[in-house]
């Protein structure tokens, strides 16, 4: 009987998710329909365009706390180092994506991981990805304080194609399309190289960004096609020139080019 009275719960709140569509209270509607399957301790809906500045479309506590600041500090540049925000920029294909599949080889010793991806996002993640062609991708993020495994992986897996037809479906029928603001986000894509623009080469900019990010030496040079030793060579070189010895430092100095203090809590 328990069973019964939980599956009609369930198909009661996808009738309420597939009647919001289009409407301002889809993206929760669709996250309290998930949470009745499957348990998790934040959701956050975003829209990345292409070019210009990202938008939350749903925050979502399961404790009811929420961290207004360290949501401000993500939009304001921070989503750079977001392993999910490249992927989809790199166009990743539509469906469920887990963070292990997604993150550079060393993203659990990344600064962004220590200092704030295990503070607010928590242990684990993993998203429903829409991409919208040229203008940009849709994500659902669900984040949990313990690894989600198999089992919950695998129910995911099973709801995913109802899950991201809701999203599209959501987003063709909405009628207030996320405007980019081309100046700002031109600020804030040169935020991650402020720290440096003076004094590093381009190529140790883009050296810079990718230990940001938790690639390893190895890493790089396959993405960049050059030898590890040429890129400890770099990065000896970009520590040098910015005065610093270690990753946390470089992490610091990219949170004051977003105009935030690394002392704040």
Known sequence: MHHLFTEASAHAGLARTVEQIGQPRFWRQLILLLQQWLAFDN????????????????IFDARGEGNPEAMALYLSGLYQLDPFYQACQERIGDGLHRLEEVAPDQFRQSEYYLKYFHDHV?????????????SGALSLSLGRRERFDSASHGLLALVCPWVVALMTQHWQQHSLRPTPVAGMA??????????????????????????????????????????????????RHLYAKLDISSQPELFSLFLQSLGHDPQDP
């Open 122 to 134: 928590l242990e684990d993640e993993v998203q429903f990805i829409v991409q919208l062609g040229d």
């Open 186 to 235: 031109h600020q804030v894509r040169d935020a991650m190289s402020l720290f440096g623009a003076k004094v590093l080469s381009e190529r140790e900019l883009e050296i810079a960004r990718l230990i940001l990010r938790g690639y390893s030496s190895k890493a790089m040079a396959e993405r960049l096609a050059i030898s590890p030793e040429t890129i400890k060579v770099h990065r």
């Open 43 to 58: 959701a956050l809906a975003m829209f990345y365009p292409r070019t210009g500045l990202p938008r939350a479309l749903e």
